[in-house]
C-alpha cells in the first residue's frame, strides 16, 4: 500500500465500523505484509489484508482464513520488481511515481484492463485467493490531465471496479480510497480503506500529526461512503514503541464509527484494531547444531505444557538465525530460553533479554542459563558466588510447584545463585550456610535450572518442578479458553489407525492365512467402529517385493476398503526408514525397501499409492474421506517433505512418543500434539503402537494390553491425549498380540468414548495451531474453530452464560474441566460463570457427530448420526419438553438433565422446545 501523505492530490484511508465499541461483534481490520503470517494473531479480524506473493497458500491457516483475507493488487501503478511487469507495455504508461518508483498506468487503455484481470487477479484466484484489495485507485491525480481527460479516468476506474463485481460475483473488494468514483461502485465494494486520520507519513515516512484540516475534509469523504452503509478503515501509523499512543488513536478512530488499524508504517508488524488477539506463540530457543528438533528435550518435554494452556511452541534455532529483532517478537506471548550449549554471544543475549522486559515480554531460562560466565545474570537481578561444589546440603524453602514428579536431589549443587527481586521456587544450603535458589520467579520471568528444572534417572526425564504451573507463572500468561483436540461434544475423542507393515505375514497358527486376513475377520468386520488402515505399496503391488502373492494381497486390500467403518490411507510405496535421507527427491535403497527397478520420487510414494487406494482398491460408489498418509521409518518427515503433502492435500499422522505406562508413569512419555517445520505441522499420533508396547516386536506379543494404562494416564489428572488404538497390520500374525487387540478394542467400546475417523482428527490439531482468540473483559472471542469442535475451561464449576455468548451447543464437566461444544460455525463468543443459570436447553454429551437445525433459547434441534447406538445426554430446563426420533425412553437424572439412548439406533433426532 502506497502511503497517501507522500502525494498531495492522495488523501488518507478510512473503513465505518458498529457504533457499539469494545464489543467483540465489532468489526475489526489487519494489513500484513510480511511473510510467514501468524494466524493466531490475525484470525479474529473480519478483514485481512495481505501481499500475496508473500503469503502461501498451501498452509492451513489461509485454507482456515481465506473467506476473510484480501490479496493486494496495485490497481493504478505497477513496480518494476513485480514479474508482471515484463508484461507492460510502454503505451500504458503514463507518469512515474517519483516517491515510489513506479509507473502511473493508463486506466482507460483495454488492454491494460484485460492484462490486469488476467495477469494481476486470475493467477491469484487460481491460487486460492477470493477477495481483493484494490490500491492505488487515485494515481490518476498525479497526472497533467483536463477535466475531460480525468472523468474518462474516473468512468475507467469505475468499470474495471464494477467489472470485478461481474465477474466474480462472490468475491469481496476493498478499495483504498476512490472517494471520487464512490457513488458509480457502492454496490461492487465491501469496504474503502484511507490513511492518516490522526497520525501519518511526511514525505520522507517519518511519522507525523495530521492537521485539523486534512480530517475536516476526510469527514465529508467519510460522510459519503456511509451514505452507502459501506465499512470505512481508518489506517493511522504510529511508531511501534509508542504503544499508549496506539491505543489512543484506536479509541479516537472507533468512537469516528470507523474500523481502526494502528501500525508502524512498514506493515509487516500485528498492530492493533477494535478487537485483538491473545498472543498465544511462545518462542523457543534452541539449538540444532547436532540434533534436530523431533529430538530436542525443548520440543519432547517442552510443548505440551504449553499446548495446555492453550498456547503454541515456536522453534527457532539460534545456530542458523541470529536472536529476532524486537519488532518480530511482536507476535510472541513469551520467551523459552533451552538450550543445550552455551550461546555463542552472552551479552547479547542478556542485552536481548533485557530488550525484551522494556517491552513486557518474559523470558524463562529453562534447565541452564545457557552462558558460561554466570556473573553476567547480575545485569538481570541474579548474585553469583563461588563456592566448592557440595555434595551434602538441606532443603531451606520451596514452593508448592516443586517436587511434581520427584523431589529435587540434595546431592549435588553447583551453582550459588541468589535473587535481588522476585520470588524464590527453591533454595538449597551447603553445610557452610551458603544458599543458592535454583529456580525463581523474577520481573523478568524466571528460571529452574540444574536440579530444579528435571532428573535423568536410568534415561527417564522427570520433572522436579510442576511445568503446567511453572511456565505459566512465570511467563504470566493469561488464562485462555483451550481449544481442545481430546474431547468431542462432551466425550473423549477415540480414532484407530494401522500402519500396513507385515500385511503379507504368515500366521502363526494357520500358515494359508496372511496377517491382513485376521485383521480383516478378527478385527475389521467385528468392531463396527471408524477405523483407518493404510497399506505399503511395495508389500501389496505387482511391481513390488511380492508379485506372486499380490493379487491374494490386493483382494485383502479390498476387503478392508469395502467394510463400510474402514477408511483407506497410504504408508507408501517403499517405507522410507530415514526421511531426513531424501535428497533432491531421491533416497538411496539402503534406506527403504528394495522393489526391483523402482526409481525413487515422492510422486510415487505418496501421490500414486493415495490414487491406488482411491481407484483401483476402493469399491465403486465409496469414495474416500481424504488423502492420507501414515508416516513410516522414524517418522521424521523434513519441511520440504511436510511442504509437498500440504500443497498437494494429503492429511498426516505419525510420530510422538505418547506410551506412559504404570512402570513409566512420566510426562516425558507424552509427545505434544505435533511439530512445526518451516509454516507446516506434522500430526503426531494419540498414542505409541505395539512395538513399544513388545520390546521391538521381540515380545511379550500380548505387551499391547497395557496400552490401556497410556488411555488412564493420560485422561486424569488432565485430559491430554484422546484414545488411539494404533497398531500395524502384522499384529494379526500371532494369537498373543491379535488377543491383545480385541482385548484393547473390547476396552474402548464399553467406555462412553466419541468415535470418529483419523481423517476427522488431524484437522483438529491443524485448527488447534491456528485458532485465533480475543477477550473483552470477561467474554472471548475464538475465531478458526473450523474442525476443531470443543473448548476447554480449566474449572470444574464453569457454566456457560449463553445470554452473553454465541454458537454454543452445550457443556459439560468432568473431573476440574469444563468442555464446551462449538456450533457450527468457525467463529463462537464465549462467557463463563461461576454459577449455573436456568437459561435454555443444550447439549450436555453426546457419542454421536449432531447436525445443529436450530439453535435458540426456544428451540434446540439436533439430528445425530454415530459410528455406536446413540447414548445422549441434555440439560432441559423447567418450561421444555423433548421430542425424539425414532422414539425411545428417557431416563431423568438430577439438576434437569436427561439421557437419551438407544439400543440400536445410530441416527436420531431430538427436538427440544421451551415455552420461556
Excluded at 338 to 358: S, V
Aim: a positive charge; proline letters at 4%; glycine letters at 6%.
Amino acid at each position: 500500500m502506497k502511503h497517501s501523505c507522500c502525494s498531495k492530490y492522495i488523501w488518507p484511508l478510512l473503513l465505518i465500523g458498529s457504533t457499539l465499541f469494545g464489543n467483540l461483534s465489532d468489526k475489526s481490520a489487519i494489513i500484513y505484509y510480511g511473510d510467514k503470517i501468524s494466524y493466531p494473531m490475525v484470525g479474529i479480524h473480519d478483514y485481512i489484508i495481505v501481499q500475496p506473493t508473500l503469503t502461501n497458500v498451501y498452509t492451513h491457516g489461509f485454507d482456515v482464513y481465506k473467506d476473510k483475507m484480501y490479496a493486494y493488487v496495485s490497481i493504478g501503478e505497477i513496480d518494476k520488481n513485480i514479474k508482471e511487469y515484463a508484461k507492460i507495455k510502454k503505451s500504458w504508461i503514463l507518469s512515474k511515481n517519483k516517491t515510489w518508483g513506479s509507473d502511473v498506468l493508463d486506466l482507460t487503455n483495454p488492454e491494460y484492463q484485460k492484462f490486469f484481470f488476467e495477469e494481476m487477479i486470475e493467477p491469484q484466484i487460481k491460487r486460492g485467493f477470493k477477495n481483493f484489495f484494490f490500491d492505488t485507485l487515485d494515481s490518476y491525480q498525479l497526472l497533467k490531465q483536463t477535466p475531460a481527460q480525468r472523468e474518462k479516468s474516473k468512468q475507467a476506474l469505475a468499470f474495471m471496479i464494477n467489472s470485478f463485481h461481474k465477474r466474480y460475483p462472490d468475491a469481496k473488494l476493498i478499495i483504498n480510497r476512490g472517494f471520487g468514483i464512490i457513488d458509480r461502485v457502492y454496490d461492487s465494494v465491501e469496504a474503502v480503506l484511507f490513511e492518516s486520520y490522526y497520525r501519518g507519513l511526511d514525505s520522507n515516512l517519518a511519522y507525523k500529526k495530521m492537521s485539523d484540516n486534512d480530517r475536516e475534509w476526510l469527514d465529508i469523504q467519510i460522510a459519503k461512503v456511509k451514505a452507502h452503509k459501506i465499512n470505512v478503515i481508518c489506517v493511522d501509523y504510529v511508531d511501534p514503541n509508542d504503544t499508549k499512543l496506539a491505543q489512543e488513536i484506536v479509541k479516537k478512530i472507533r468512537k469516528k464509527g470507523m474500523i481502526p488499524y494502528v501500525a508502524d508504517k512498514d506493515l509487516t508488524g500485528y498492530g492493533r484494531s477494535s478487537k485483538n488477539a491473545q498472543k498465544r506463540e511462545i518462542l523457543t530457543l534452541i539449538d540444532e547444531s547436532t540434533k534436530d528438533r523431533i529430538e530436542l528435550g525443548a520440543h519432547q518435554n517442552g510443548a505440551l505444557p504449553l499446548e495446555y494452556a492453550g498456547y503454541i511452541q515456536k522453534l527457532y534455532d539460534v545456530s542458523k538465525n541470529p536472536l529476532p529483532s524486537m519488532k518480530a517478537m511482536s507476535q510472541y506471548g513469551g520467551v523459552v530460553i533451552w538450550l543445550t550449549h552455551d550461546y555463542k554471544d552472552p551479552q547479547a543475549l542478556i542485552d536481548w533479554i533485557k530488550a525484551l522486559q522494556k517491552r513486557g515480554i518474559k523470558v524463562v531460562f529453562a534447565s541452564n542459563f545457557a552462558v558460561e560466565d554466570l556473573s553476567l545474570l547480575e545485569e538481570l537481578g541474579i548474585e553469583t558466588k563461588k563456592f566448592p561444589p557440595s555434595e551434602n546440603n538441606r532443603l531451606v524453602a520451596q514452593d508448592a510447584m516443586m517436587g511434581y514428579e520427584i523431589d529435587i536431589s540434595l546431592s549435588s549443587l553447583n551453582n550459588y545463585l541468589t535473587i535481588t527481586k522476585g520470588k524464590a521456587l527453591v533454595t538449597l544450603e551447603d553445610q557452610q550456610h551458603h544458599k543458592s535458589t535454583l529456580a525463581a520467579i523474577t520481573p523478568w520471568g524466571g528460571y529452574a535450572v540444574g536440579s530444579a528444572f528435571m532428573t535423568n534417572i536410568a534415561n527417564d526425564n522427570i520433572w522436579v518442578i510442576n511445568p503446567f504451573e511453572f511456565f505459566i507463572k512465570a511467563l504470566r500468561l493469561p488464562k485462555i479458553p483451550v481449544p481442545d483436540t481430546t474431547t468431542e461434544y462432551g466425550k473423549r475423542i477415540f480414532f484407530s489407525h494401522v500402519d500396513g507393515d507385515g500385511i503379507m505375514n504368515k500366521v502363526e497358527w494357520d500358515t494359508k492365512l496372511y496377517s491382513g486376513n485376521t485383521i480383516l475377520d478378527d478385527i475389521l468386520k467385528k468392531y463396527k467402529i471408524p477405523i483407518s488402515i493404510s497399506v505399503i505399496g511395495a508389500e501389496i503391488g505387482e511391481d513390488g517385493l511380492y508379485p506372486k502373492i499380490a493379487p491374494q494381497l490386493q483382494k485383502i486390500v479390498k476387503g478392508f476398503y469395502k467394510v463400510k467403518n474402514v477408511e483407506p490411507a497410504t504408508h507408501t510405496f517403499t517405507h522410507p526408514f530415514f526421511w531426513g535421507k531424501i535428497k533432491n527427491d531421491n533416497l538411496d535403497e539402503k534406506y527403504r525397501l528394495k522393489p526391483k527397478g523402482y526409481k525413487f520420487s515422492l510422486d510415487r510414494e505418496l501421490k500414486k499409492t493415495i490414487e491406488n487406494y482411491q481407484h483401483k482398491y476402493s469399491p465403486k460408489g465409496k469414495k474416500p474421506l481424504e488423502k492420507m498418509v501414515f508416516w513410516s521409518g522414524d517418522c521424521a518427515p523434513t519441511e520440504e517433505i511436510l511442504a509437498y503433502v500440504y500443497k498437494n492435500k494429503i492429511l498426516n499422522i505419525n510420530g510422538g512418543d505418547t506410551y506412559i505406562s504404570n512402570t513409566f508413569p512420566w510426562l516425558s512419555y507424552v509427545a505434544p500434539m505435533g511439530l512445526e517445520r518451516g509454516e507446516y505441522y506434522q500430526i503426531y499420533t494419540g498414542e505409541q503402537n505395539e512395538n513399544m508396547y513388545t520390546e521391538e516386536w521381540l515380545g511379550p506379543f500380548w505387551g499391547f494390553k497395557r496400552v490401556i494404562q497410556t488411555f488412564k494416564l493420560t485422561n486424569s489428572p488432565r485430559r491430554l491425549k484422546p484414545i488411539d488404538i494404533y497398531y500395524h497390520l502384522y499384529s494379526g500374525s500371532k494369537r498373543a498380540s491379535l488377543h491383545a487387540l480385541q482385548y484393547v478394542y473390547d476396552w474402548a467400546i464399553h467406555h462412553d468414548l466419541f468415535p470418529m475417523y483419523t481423517s476427522k482428527f488431524i484437522p483438529k490439531v491443524m485448527d488447534y495451531y491456528t485458532v485465533s482468540i480475543a477477550k473483552n473483559k470477561d467474554k472471548f472471542l475464538l475465531a478458526g474453530m473450523k474442525d476443531l469442535k470443543t473448548v476447554r475451561v480449566e474449572s470444574k464449576n464453569a457454566h456457560v452464560d449463553f445470554q452473553n455468548s454465541k454458537n454454543i451447543l452445550g457443556y459439560n464437566h468432568f473431573e476440574n474441566h469444563t468442555y464446551v461444544h462449538a456450533g457450527k460455525k468457525q467463529e463462537l463468543i464465549l462467557k463463563t460463570t461461576q454459577k449455573e443459570q436456568i437459561q435454555q436447553a443444550y447439549l450436555v454429551s453426546t457419542n454421536a457427530r449432531p447436525t445443529v437445525k436450530q439453535l435458540s433459547k426456544k428451540r434446540v434441534s439436533l439430528d445425530l448420526k454415530g459410528f455406536l447406538p446413540i447414548n445422549a445426554e441434555l440439560y432441559i430446563p423447567k418450561g421444555c419438553t423433548l421430542t425424539t426420533q425414532p422414539k425411545t425412553r428417557v431416563k431423568h437424572l438430577s439438576h434437569s438433565r436427561v439421557r437419551v439412548k438407544y439400543k440400536k439406533t445410530k441416527e436420531a433426532s431430538l427436538d427440544v422446545r421451551c415455552k420461556l
